[in-house]
């Protein structure tokens, strides 16, 4: 856009591109750093489970590559905040839809009928 503006459909090809490369990002930069040092573990118990690490922060890392696609616009701590509570909010949705248990016979709820004219 050469008025330095974007429109919101700009605004969305943009996000969808810098998502596209973000397997990618997130790949390469636990590549890079070197795997954290394990505490000794105790012996497993009978009724233990064990204890995982919690994943990256998924919104942190949008909005790490909302910040890299966009620091030469004018983004600031409330723009990225906005964004990253609508991160934040897309995430949860996506989780509650994962959630949603279909069989593979399910289908969507919509009625088609089709028109026709009487003449």
Do not use: W
Not at 2 to 30: H, N, V, W, Y
């Amino acid at each position: 856009m050469s008025s330095g503006c974007l429109d919101r459909r700009e605004f969305a090809r943009r996000i969808a591109a810098g998502l596209a490369g973000m397997p990618l990002i997130a790949e390469s930069a636990t590549a890079q750093q070197p795997p954290p040092a394990s505490p000794p573990r105790e012996p497993a118990r009978d009724g233990d489970r064990e204890r995982r690490a919690d994943p990256p922060d998924e919104a942190k890392l949008l909005l790490a590559v909302v910040r890299r696609r966009y620091a030469d616009e004018r983004l600031d701590g409330a723009v990225l905040a906005g964004i990253e509570g609508e991160l934040r909010q897309h995430l949860r949705q996506g989780e509650l839809l994962a959630r949603a248990g279909l069989t593979n016979s399910d289908e969507p709820a919509f009625v088609f009928a089709a028109y026709r004219a009487d003449g």
